[in-house]
């Protein structure tokens, strides 16, 4: 064996111890950190995972709340619009009340109108008439026939019998 053949022989086996060192160094110090990584990743994944659900979670939950909020609101729009319309129709009822009591007052009032302007008509009918019956009087009678008119008026007055 010769020099050369050594030299080889140690180049192959210096390769081989090489590469053998390297492997252990890869499994004692590469694998384990990409290891723990994939580790670390992976954990982040199921964390991420987990957010997630508990996201959607809380969405269905907040969606629920939306949901009734919307319906809250349709039944306060209802009774809001259903306590409009009585209270529009309590309005309705008062005032149409209120405006047959003015009119009852009114015909009232029309009616006392009508009997205070008769009979204030019928006076100042009365009254003319009265006057106009004393100036025709004083015109046709006499004396002797005022005279007359008189002690008959006298007469009946005293007696009782009216004319």
């Known amino acids: ?68 909020a919307d319906r809250d609101a349709l039944a306060i729009a209802a009774r809001a619009e259903t306590d409009a319309r009585h209270e529009q129709e309590t309005i309705i009822a008062d005032a149409r009340r209120e405006g047959l009591r003015l009119v009852h007052n009114a015909r009232g009032e029309l009616d006392r109108g009508r009997i205070a302007g008769r009979d204030k008509l019928r006076i100042e009918f009365i009254e003319k008439a009265l006057n106009r019956a004393r100036e025709l009087a004083s015109q046709q009678l006499s004396h002797d026939g005022d005279a007359r008119l008189v002690a008959k008026t006298v007469d009946d007055l005293t007696i009782g019998t009216g004319a």
């Open 1 to 68: 064996m010769n020099y050369e053949t050594i030299a080889q022989y140690s180049e192959i086996i210096g390769g081989f111890a090489f590469l053998i060192v390297m492997v252990v160094l890869f499994r004692k110090f590469v694998l384990p950190a990409v290891r723990a990584g994939e580790i670390s990743r992976n954990s982040d994944l199921v964390n991420t995972e987990h957010r997630r659900e508990e996201l959607r979670e809380e969405v269905a939950e907040a969606r629920g709340e939306v949901e009734s």
